[in-house]
Nanobody
Framework: QVQLVESGGGSVQAGGSITLSCAASGHTSSDYVIGWFRQAPGKEREGIAVINNEGKTTYGSFVKGRFTISQDNAKNIVYLQMNSLKPEDTAMYYC?????????????????WGQGTQVTVSP
């Protein structure tokens, strides 16, 4: 199985920036997709961005332009850089992994998950 560990969360003021990291290990296939998702209390888990091993990306329409997903293939780390943060961005942020290379923002398709990292944006 793929093991995922998120880090980099914390508290930030509205308008600020933060970068999250997802360290992945245990990949057995060259084709993979890593996605960033978030979930606030009482809300559905929503997709933020996904990236495959080719570096192709897809973003949720509500974050594209503010958030950037990237990866360091040598280190097996996927990053989520978030700029112009808003209080409504406050949530637990998770990374997920699956085999393949289709870029879908559906959390149901991911079968490996990290424990999450909290991001809190104050007004």
């Amino acid at each position: 199985q793929v093991q995922l560990v998120e880090s980099g969360g914390g508290s930030v003021q509205a308008g600020g920036s933060i970068t999250l990291s997802c360290a992945a290990s245990g990949h057995t296939s060259s084709d993979y997709v890593i996605g960033w998702f978030r979930q606030a209390p009482g809300k559905e888990r929503e997709g933020i961005a996904v990236i495959n091993n080719e570096g192709k990306t897809t973003y949720g329409s509500f974050v594209k332009g503010r958030f950037t997903i990237s990866q360091d293939n040598a280190k097996n780390i996927v990053y989520l850089q978030m700029n112009s943060l808003k209080p409504e961005d406050t949530a637990m942020y998770y990374c997920g992994a699956k085999t393949g290379r289709m870029l879908l923002l559906l959390w149901q398709g991911f079968n490996s998950w990290g424990q999450g990292t909290q991001v809190t944006v104050s007004p």
